[in-house]
């Protein structure tokens, strides 16, 4: 991109077409800060898209409504990771890796029809460093005269989404018959003497013999018999 060769990109003009927001995400998502990077107007289409999913979470048939529910498992799962996320690659300048992670959040909560004032406003906050103007224009709607800059970074919680258990899928000779949550930390062992004890195995089993217990961590149980 050069004067010399007329292709310079006026951003005044993509700003007129697609927000200040979304130019400014669009080039944090282009790739690594330390990277060289090929620059594509034709990707901003997509985090424009974005933004607009983002407003939706607020905006239903444009009218404002927030709900004062109280957040389910699933969405204080989802918000908690989420921080915990922006937090450690803001940390390391991995700013495409949030923009990715805002994405994935914004699809989730619009999934479960999620518009919960215990989950957006964090939602919002660790947005501002990156969406301030949209970010801003939804925070006066809920904090009137208050500037969404000044907000704390949101605290996560690691219990919230960090699993100790992981639920198997328990089959027998290759045909899945049950799921069983067993704790992440078990040696293959003792997942055996776990498996073997359990009244729902030993009624498919009956009298056949266990022949061996294939057991892929954190993925699948195979019976053999």
């Keep these: 991109m050069s004067k010399s060769f007329?292709?310079?990109v006026n951003p005044d003009n993509i700003i007129e077409k697609y927000g200040a927001d979304?130019?400014?995400?669009?080039?944090?998502f282009l790739g690594p800060?330390?990277?060289?990077?090929?620059?594509?107007?034709?990707?901003?289409t997509g985090v424009y898209s974005f933004v607009k999913r983002f407003w939706s979470l607020f905006y239903k048939n444009d009218k404002f409504e927030i709900s004062e529910k109280a957040a389910t498992e699933e969405e204080e799962e989802v918000l908690h990771e989420t921080i915990f996320k922006i937090k450690n690659d803001i940390e390391k300048y991995s700013f495409n890796t949030c923009i990715s992670s805002f994405m994935i959040i914004t699809n989730k909560l619009i999934k479960v029809n999620c518009n919960k004032r215990e989950i957006l406003e964090p939602l919002l906050i660790i947005l501002s460093p990156f969406a301030p103007f949209i970010c801003q224009e939804i925070w006066s709607k809920i904090h009137p005269q208050k500037n969404i800059i000044n907000e704390k970074f949101p605290k996560y919680?690691?219990?919230?989404?960090?699993?100790?258990?992981?639920?198997?899928?328990v089959s027998v000779n290759g045909k899945k018959k049950l799921t069983l949550n067993i704790d992440k930390n078990l040696s293959d062992k003792e997942i055996e003497n776990l498996?073997?004890?359990?009244?729902r195995i030993t009624e498919i089993i009956g009298?056949?013999?266990i022949k061996k217990i294939i057991i892929v961590k954190?993925?699948?149980?195979?019976?053999?018999?």
């Design 33 to 44: 800060l330390t990277q060289f990077k090929p620059w594509k107007t034709e990707g901003i």
């Design 6 to 8: 007329y292709n310079v």
């Design 218 to 225: 954190n993925k699948i149980i195979n019976i053999v018999v």
């Design 195 to 199: 498996v073997i004890t359990k009244k």
């Design 207 to 209: 009298d056949r013999k």
């Design 157 to 169: 919680d690691e219990k919230l989404f960090i699993k100790t258990e992981f639920n198997y899928p």
């Design 22 to 28: 979304s130019l400014r995400m669009f080039e944090m």
